[in-house]
């Protein structure tokens, strides 16, 4: 009797965690698109977990030399909420009007991407909207945005080869470097089309900043095995049509501030929702009931 009633509450206890998540689900539904607390909540492209074969980010080294970082398996245990489209120039002025954002130099038309934007000037937004919405947000890992961008994410290895002379490990990368297209002018939000997830604009002229930090490691010669690393947080991941690390501070590298290769022609964000926790999910049943 006692094995009978603690199986009711088992079972009633799932129904009910089921209902909650989808009610969440709901709410969230409901809001991405729409208006809530006076700001427009931003279309979400939403990711079922899943595992994808990624380059590592970070600088890698093999007997002191430099060394391709190695591709690993990346498992995505969660969901991943992630804006359809960047930030644009009428939304970060938002932010700027309310006085949580700091103005850039950017000036372009509201229809466009917002460029010129630091790591700690997408940090602020992050925070700004998910004040006024009531629904978290935040950069996504470079791990999230590789998943999200699909078969847009560049992985830029290079052949491994030993050699004593760093010269020509440089001239290897100069010339990737060199066979880079050259960036488009600033377009309208859509001028990249759509990615098979349903990203708009992914590796356009627009590079978007990541939350992960520049890390350093040594590879084990003989089992290829990453030490534990070094980590500068005051250097972020930025993804785009190549990968690259940018100190957290800058908006535009042309002026420097991009520590490896060559510089973005536009720094821009897109967030990613946080998933919500039990307790705002209970919050969101109780709403659908109203």
């Not at 103005?103 to 934007?117: F, G, L, Y």
């Not at 602020?124 to 919405?133: E, F, V």
């Not at 049509?241 to 590298?253: A, E, G, L, P, S």
Request: hydrophobic share 45%; with cysteine.
């Amino acid at each position: 009797m006692v094995l009978a009633l603690k199986l009711k509450i088992a079972v009633a206890a799932a129904a009910l965690a089921g209902a909650v998540a989808f009610a969440a689900a709901a709410v969230i539904a409901q809001l991405a698109g729409g208006s809530h607390g006076g700001v427009a909540v931003p279309e979400m492209v939403e990711l079922a977990p899943g595992s994808f074969a990624h380059r590592a980010a970070g600088d890698f080294s093999r007997n002191g030399k430099p060394a391709n970082a190695p591709v690993v398996t990346v498992r995505i245990d969660r969901p991943v909420s992630i804006m359809a489209r960047q930030v644009t120039a009428a939304q970060y002025r938002r932010c700027v009007d309310d006085g949580a954002c700091a103005a850039t130099a950017d000036d372009a038309a509201a229809d466009r991407a917002a460029v010129n934007i630091s790591w700690r000037d997408a940090v602020a937004y992050a925070g700004w909207l998910s004040r006024r919405t009531g629904i978290r947000f935040r950069l996504p890992t470079d791990e999230e945005w590789a998943y999200a961008a699909g078969s847009r994410f560049h992985d830029e290895g290079w052949p491994d080869f030993e050699t004593d002379d760093p010269a020509q490990l440089w001239l290897f990368r100069y010339d990737a470097e060199a066979a880079r297209p050259v960036a488009k002018p600033l377009g309208p939000i859509g001028s990249f089309g759509v990615n098979e997830n349903g990203l708009v604009d992914v590796s356009g002229n627009v590079w978007e900043w990541t939350d992960t930090c520049f890390r350093r490691f040594a590879l084990d010669p003989a089992t290829g095995t990453a030490s534990a690393g070094t980590t500068n947080c005051g250097v972020r991941v930025v993804e785009g049509q190549h990968r690259t690390y940018v100190t957290d501070f800058i908006r535009d590298t042309r002026v420097g501030g991009c520590s490896v290769g060559t510089p973005p022609a536009n720094l821009g964000f897109r967030l990613v929702r946080e998933q919500p926790t039990r307790w705002e999910r209970l919050r969101a049943l109780a709403r659908l009931g109203d």
